[in-house]
């Protein structure tokens, strides 16, 4: 076997506590330090080391290190992170800043080091099968995608807003599960919590292949969701990305005679199916795949800098719309999203 890889992680809040601890528990990973400059401990180990700065993280010789701290940080430590030549799995989004990513995609691959973020939806088993259902024509052509993203304000963010923070988790998985780039996006956003960004923001946008998605995200509901739902020629897919349930909605082949229910539910209502899927924790999958990148070097399986640029790209668009009420078209991306 080969020798186990050693990893460090920057950054001990929420995200980061869970990341130690799946760290701490994947085959062929050792975790050997943590910096936290608050000296927060959490679910290290305790033979682990707390360390106050990177330099005593690189001092004890690490492959990879996990980025885990506010996002206004992330091109600081990414790029000391590739000045070392250490590898890094860099927390959604990229950065706070289309500038900002650009700098990280351009110093870790004039480096050739293997890079990704942390875009978790997209190792959701919901998500995984609905992708594997699309790419093989099961829904036909896909018409529109919605997705509603929406719950209390989480207290570990306090640097960005809603569209930083959570609607980039809706705009990669978009991208990424329909195999298409945004052309166009118009929002709207608003501030009703009394924080400094956004915490609610409705967005309408259009893909390569013409087809129409809907993105919902907010701070201000009680109620927890996490939706996607695909409208294709077919039917409908649902994927319930809180409990990882897929289902199918078929559009109907037989007619209703009753003419009441008819006009009601539709002629075109079908059969429902829930498929039986394993669901492994999106995170530790998330963490199995970025440890075989470095070992192998192919990044065919992470999300990987090019691809986390472009959900900048669009979520900075998505603020610009807001902003000036008028639709964002949106340049070819450097890469291909949804091809990994």
């Not at 809040?13 to 701490?24: C, F, K, P």
């Not at 995200?217 to 319930?240: H, I, M, Q, Y």
């Amino acid at each position: 076997m080969s020798p186990a890889l050693r990893a460090g992680l920057v950054g001990l809040g929420v995200m980061g506590r869970n990341h130690a601890r799946v760290l701490a528990g994947t085959d062929g990973v050792d975790l050997v330090g943590v910096v936290d400059p608050a000296g927060r401990r959490g679910a290290v180990p305790a033979e682990v080391p707390l360390l106050a700065s990177l330099d005593e993280l690189f001092a004890l010789g690490v492959d990879y290190a996990v980025v885990a701290c506010p996002t206004a940080l992330h091109e600081e430590v990414g790029l000391r992170l590739a000045e070392a030549g250490v590898g890094a799995l860099i927390e959604k989004p990229l950065a706070d800043s289309v500038e900002a990513a650009r700098r990280l995609v351009t110093a870790f691959e004039s480096r050739g080091l293997v890079a990704g973020v942390g875009h978790i939806e997209r190792y959701n088993p919901a998500l995984q099968s609905m992708r594997a259902r699309l790419e093989a024509g099961e829904l036909g052509e896909v018409f529109q995608v919605v997705t509603r993203r929406q719950g209390p304000f989480p207290h570990r963010i306090s640097d960005v807003g809603v569209v930083k923070d959570l609607a980039t988790h809706d705009i990669d998985l978009t991208a990424w599960v329909t195999g298409q780039d945004y052309v166009s996006i118009s929002a709207h956003t608003v501030a009703r919590s009394g924080r400094p960004h956004e915490d609610m923001v409705a967005a309408v946008g259009r893909l390569s292949d013409g087809s129409m998605v809907n993105h919902l995200v907010n701070w201000l509901s009680p109620l927890k969701e996490r939706t996607t739902v695909v409208t294709g020629e077919r039917g409908c897919f649902v994927a319930d990305t809180l409990t990882a349930d897929l289902t199918f909605h078929a559009n109907g082949e037989v007619s209703n005679e009753w003419e009441a229910l008819r006009t009601f539910r539709g002629v075109s209502q079908g059969d429902m199916i829930r498929y039986a899927i394993p669901k492994p924790e999106p995170l530790r999958v998330e963490h199995e795949r970025f440890r075989d990148a470095v070992r192998t070097g192919d990044m065919g399986e992470i999300v990987t800098l090019r691809q986390a640029l472009r959900t900048v790209e669009v979520s900075a668009a998505v603020l610009e719309s807001a902003e000036t009420g008028e639709t964002v078209s949106l340049k070819a991306p450097s890469e291909v999203l949804g091809v990994t």
